[in-house]
């Protein structure tokens, strides 16, 4: 059987980074279910449907195809056959993902690849429902959180060093917003699995977290 690493959390928390290196530490692959939910959202926003627009939504659910592949080390995410990645980081698809998540169509078609692929393979997998609905009998369960504060100032810097102008509050009131709407939601919201983990990584490096992590994975193999 497969070992499976489930990690939830809200944005900004820095799942992604951190289970990039947990994956390269383990020689795991890195599946990040995020990137796969903002293909649908980039489909749904090229295609002009509005995110309350439910019935078109699930009707064009049937025509959408993701897949994702490992190039040295990065996942690549394919929208009906075009790679992706360039196009799904904006803040419009982040902000149109979290509002077409909440739809169930949506959803079941991304669970089910996300459990064929957990099924088969060595993985650490982040997102929001991981641990919760889509892994619940992942081995490794982790929720990893950090303050409002914590999140909006890495994402001030991350976008500043893009040279992108923006406001430290605003970050801050969007990400509360994402918070509440990815916790809320009726479909599998945001929260810890009873069985998982709690890291907050407030006042942790990067290299503690993931320290931290494996250390976890290795008394779970013991
Ligand atoms: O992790 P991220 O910021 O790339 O995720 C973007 C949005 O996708 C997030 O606001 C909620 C949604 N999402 C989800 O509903 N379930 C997941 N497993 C992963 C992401």
Request: hydrophobic share 40%; glycine share 6%.
């Amino acid at each position: 059987m497969a070992f499976n690493i489930a990690i939830d959390g809200p944005a900004g928390a820095g799942k992604s980074t951190i289970a990039k290196r947990v994956a390269k530490e383990l020689s795991y692959i890195y599946v990040d279910t995020g990137a796969m939910y903002r293909a649908m959202a980039l489909y749904f926003l090229r295609a002009g449907i509005a995110a309350d627009d439910e019935a078109a939504i699930t009707e064009s659910c049937e025509q959408i195809t993701v897949n994702l592949s490992n190039e040295h080390g990065e996942q690549q995410v394919f929208l009906n056959g075009e790679n992706v990645n360039g196009f799904i980081r904006t803040e419009e698809v982040g902000k149109m993902t979290s509002a077409v998540s909440v739809y169930a169509p949506v959803r079941e078609k991304l669970t089910q690849l996300q459990r064929e692929m957990a099924q088969t393979t060595d993985l650490i997998m982040d997102g929001r429902d991981i641990g919760t609905c889509v892994l619940p009998d992942a081995q490794v369960k982790i929720y990893l959180t950090a303050s409002v504060e914590t999140r909006g100032k890495r994402r001030f810097l991350e976008l500043q060093e893009k040279g992108a102008e923006c406001s430290l509050e605003e970050i801050c009131e969007d990400i509360e917003k994402r918070d509440y709407r990815d916790m809320t939601r009726e479909i599998s919201p945001l929260k810890q699995a009873e069985d998982a983990i709690l890291v907050d990584s407030s006042e942790m490096s990067i290299e503690e977290v993931v320290a931290k992590i494996l250390e976890i994975v290795r008394d779970t193999k013991i």
